[in-house]
């Protein structure tokens, strides 16, 4: 049975009464007619107990799907001016971006500074803006590891980061390097007394492999990735692992996602969230080696593109509690919140207005007026529901 939302009974209450280490205040002394005589004996006073442990630190955290930029994406997202504006395409998600304090998306398609290299399927090369449309919306990690990220040889990697590193130094990026320091290094972001090691991983690239085979993270063997999990754990007090893997244009994990996620979790990995089937997947409840309980979101399929297909526009958000207590950090609660990318045409220009918002936020008057009409309100959860069991 897939488990589509949990929370885990928490191991250690929030509510103990902070009471129960308070005392009784003492009484006056009373005032004696006589002087007293002899001193009473002195009586032993119990050890002082420590204060019960209630601190917790809390971390939130969101994750959404590919951020898939074909050419009628970027083509929609023209300015008057030359350039590209991806900003609105995610003005209804952006509130429920900003709420949380990890905001995570996959960047499928790499970016590139130099018009000459757009381009669209099979290799692809996106605006350099979509890094602004990312950045404005609030997300500060980005996973690049994925079958893609080499379409544009090592000038698609070296530009992505260098603007990103020089223009949104506070974004996290994953799963590409631009040196191979930064390849040896473990990424792990601190927030709220919390450090949370990131990994990001790839199947395998569409194209030739790098010669620097540092740039991109590979799941090349069990020993190596599973080694890199073990050296994050050691580093940190949680582990997240953003794998891209499985089946494209399915709806269930195959055999290698399935084996490779109980090898990350029984490494160490505490979170693990997939992507690249383009569909959406369930979420399952693993149990390490040593006993943690790991959620694993096997896909959240697509949150922007223009696949047309109604099981490739329905996608998912993770949402996440990640705790720190006396028990160690854990996830305390998680769940999987349906996505759809709405795509409405524009009939001033010709071109298309990409709307992907939560699957709560889409009504029939926006099903109406989207471009795929089968894709009615109960038809998208009738899929989702049909997904997740």
């Not at 298309?352 to 998208?380: H, I, K, W």
Request: hydrophobic share 40%; charged share 20%; net charge negative.
């Amino acid at each position: 049975m897939w488990v589509v939302q949990a929370a885990f009974t928490p191991r250690m209450s929030d509510a103990r009464a902070a009471a129960e280490a308070s005392s009784t205040p003492a009484k006056e002394p009373t005032v004696q007619a006589e002087p007293v005589v002899q001193e009473p004996e002195p009586q032993e006073q119990p050890a002082q107990q420590p204060a019960e442990q209630t601190a917790e630190s809390r971390v939130t955290l969101m994750a959404l799907g590919d951020d898939l930029i074909h050419n009628c994406v970027y083509w929609s997202a023209q300015t008057p001016e030359g350039g590209y504006d991806f900003t609105s395409f995610f003005d209804d998600i952006r509130p429920t971006v900003r709420q949380y304090d990890l905001a995570c998306i996959n960047q499928e398609t790499i970016l590139v500074k130099d018009r000459e290299l757009i381009e669209s399927y099979p290799v692809f090369g996106s605006p350099i803006e979509v890094a602004d449309a990312l950045a404005d919306t609030g997300f500060n990690v980005v996973t690049f590891a994925s079958n893609h990220c080499f379409d544009k040889k090592e000038t698609g990697i070296t530009d992505t980061l260098s603007y990103f590193h020089e223009t949104y130094p506070e974004i996290t990026t994953l799963g590409i390097h631009d040196t191979e320091a930064d390849a040896e290094a473990i990424s792990i972001v601190e927030k709220n007394g919390i450090r949370i090691a990131m990994l990001n991983f790839t199947y395998g690239l569409n194209n030739s492999m790098p010669e620097k085979r540092w740039m991109i993270d590979m799941l090349s063997s069990q020993e190596t990735v599973c080694g890199r999990i073990e050296q994050a754990k050691q580093a940190a007090d949680f582990v997240i692992v953003f794998p891209h893997w499985g089946t494209e244009d399915t709806f269930s994990p195959d055999n290698d996602q399935l084996t490779w996620a109980q090898a990350m979790a029984d490494a160490g990995a505490d979170l693990i969230i997939g992507g690249h089937t383009h569909t959406l997947q369930p979420v399952e409840l693993l149990t390490a080696s040593d006993g943690r309980d790991v959620p694993v979101y096997y896909s959240l399929g697509n949150f922007l593109s223009h696949q047309k297909e109604k099981m490739n526009l329905l996608g998912g958000m993770a949402s996440v509690t990640i705790v720190k207590d006396a028990d160690g950090t854990h996830v305390s609660e998680y769940d999987l919140k349906p996505t759809i990318n709405v795509i409405l045409r524009n009939e001033n220009t010709g071109w298309y207005t990409y709307r992907p918002m939560l699957l709560d936020s889409y009504g029939t008057e926006l099903a109406a007026q989207n471009r795929f009409s089968e894709c009615t309100v109960d038809a998208m959860w009738a899929l989702y529901e049909d997904i997740t069991g």
